[in-house]
């Protein structure tokens, strides 16, 4: 009986794998704090408190992580399919410097904006994107944030995350 053991234990951690991968922290009308201004990959500062009143997401990424390269070609869709509906995507590199993060842009077809985040503590730190990357808020046009999720997810999980702003 005992050599089942490790057998179910492997089992319940395989099924339990993808509730521990998905971090994601339910809505709880916290407000985002979008009193930041950045630099765009021209040089032009780039204020987020200006994209208040539209769907906003938010991911902060890097040109060196997989799974941010995994999630770049949903939000480069989502960008152009949820246009008319206000939907903005920002992309914040946290570590890159602007002609790497220019490269990428072009190697990725990226169609929304990308922004700089290097030596930015302090963006980093409001949008606990410290530790781990991808991490991605989904802000509601008035302000709260519908969720933010630590981590790769689906298409499909953004995609609903995304309808449920409008």
């Keep these: 009986m005992s050599r089942w053991i490790p057998a179910v234990m492997?089992?319940?951690?395989?099924a339990a794998w993808p509730a521990c991968n998905r971090n994601a922290s339910p809505p709880d009308a916290q407000r985002a704090n979008l009193n930041f201004t950045l630099k765009g990959l021209d040089g032009q500062d780039v204020r987020l408190a200006d994209l208040k009143g539209k769907p906003l997401l938010v991911n902060f990424w890097a040109?060196?992580?997989n799974p941010c390269k995994a999630e770049v070609p949903w939000f480069v869709?989502?960008?152009?399919k949820y246009q008319a509906q206000g939907l903005q995507v920002v992309g914040i590199s946290v570590d890159d410097p602007p002609e790497d993060i220019r490269t990428f842009k072009a190697q990725f077809k990226v169609n929304y904006t990308l922004l700089v985040g290097r030596d930015r503590e302090d963006i980093a730190q409001a949008f606990d994107a410290q530790q781990v990357i991808p991490v991605s808020w989904l802000i509601r046009p008035d302000g709260t944030v519908q969720t933010k999720v630590t981590g790769i997810h689906g298409r499909d999980w953004f995609e609903q995350q995304i309808l449920a702003m409008f």
């Design 10 to 14: 492997v089992a319940m951690a395989v």
């Design 63 to 65: 040109t060196w992580c």
């Design 77 to 80: 869709e989502f960008a152009e």
